[in-house]
C-alpha cells in the first residue's frame, strides 16, 4: 500500500477526540490571515494541521508541543470557534437530510401536471398545493406568503393551480378559495378549504408558516446562512 495518503482521504473529517482537534486544527489554519502571519506561527499551524507529523510520537517534543499549541488556541479564536462550528452544524445537516430541495413556487398549468407532482413527487417531499382564482380575496396574498416560505423551506414543494386551470372549476368555487392542500408520498395530510378562516384579515407568511405548522405539516427550517449568524453574533 502507498505511504502516500489520497487527496479524498486528507479530506476526510475523522470522528473522535483526536479526529476533530486535527480537522480543527486545519480549519483554524485555513480561517486565518496566511498574508499577515508571523512565518514562526504560520510554520507551527502548518505542522499541527498536518496528518503525519512528528508530534504524534509521543517521545518527539511534545511538551514543548502542547504549550505551543495552546498559547495560539487561547487566542482571540471566538469568531474562528464560531465559522468552524456552523461548518460541523451544516455538515451534520447535510447528512440528515434526504430528497429534492426546490427553488420558488411553482406553477401547475393542468389538472395532469397537478396530479403529477403530487403522485411523482419524492416520497419524503411535502407537496403544498394552493388553489387560487385572481380576485378573490385572499389568494393573492397567500400566493405572497408562499413566495416567502418557499425560500425558507427548500425541501418542501410550494406548488399554485388557478381553479380554472386545474379543470376542477366546478370542485373550487369562489366560496372554498383560496384553498391549501397538502401532500406526502401521495396521501393528502391537509385539505383547507376557504383557509382564510384560519387567518386573520392581515396577515403574513409567518401566520402561514404558524398554521401549517400547528398541523405538523412543514418540517423543520433550513439553517441560517453565515452571513445571518454573523450578523446575530454582532448584535
Request: glycine residues 6%; proline residues 4%.
Amino acid at each position: 500500500m502507498s505511504d502516500r495518503m489520497s487527496e479524498s482521504d486528507a479530506n476526510v473529517t475523522h470522528t473522535g477526540p483526536k479526529g476533530v482537534i486535527n480537522d480543527w486544527r486545519r480549519f483554524k489554519l485555513e480561517s486565518m490571515d496566511q498574508d499577515n502571519l508571523p512565518p514562526a506561527k504560520k510554520e507551527l499551524l502548518r505542522q499541527m494541521s498536518s496528518a503525519h507529523t512528528a508530534s504524534d510520537d509521543p517521545r518527539s517534543n511534545a511538551r514543548k508541543m502542547s504549550v505551543q499549541e495552546y498559547e495560539l488556541l487561547k487566542e482571540e479564536d471566538e469568531g474562528c470557534l464560531k465559522k468552524y462550528r456552523r461548518r460541523c452544524m451544516q455538515e451534520m445537516h447535510d447528512k440528515l437530510s434526504f430528497g429534492p430541495k426546490f427553488e420558488g413556487v411553482h406553477d401547475l398549468d393542468s389538472g395532469e401536471a397537478f396530479l403529477e407532482v403530487i403522485e411523482k413527487e419524492h416520497h419524503t417531499t411535502v407537496v403544498v398545493v394552493h388553489i387560487y382564482k385572481a380576485g378573490v380575496k385572499g389568494c393573492e396574498e397567500l400566493n405572497s406568503c408562499l413566495d416567502c416560505l418557499a425560500t425558507e423551506y427548500p425541501t418542501v414543494k410550494f406548488c399554485r393551480i388557478d381553479a380554472v386551470s386545474s379543470g376542477a372549476g366546478e370542485r373550487f368555487s369562489d366560496e372554498v378559495l383560496p384553498t391549501l392542500l397538502v401532500y406526502k408520498a401521495g396521501e393528502l395530510l391537509g385539505n383547507f378549504l376557504a383557509c382564510m378562516q384560519h387567518l386573520s384579515e392581515e396577515f403574513f407568511a409567518t401566520d402561514v408558516e404558524a398554521f401549517l405548522n400547528s398541523y405538523g405539516l412543514l418540517p423543520e427550517k433550513e439553517m441560517p446562512g453565515a452571513e445571518e449568524e454573523e450578523e446575530n453574533d454582532v448584535e
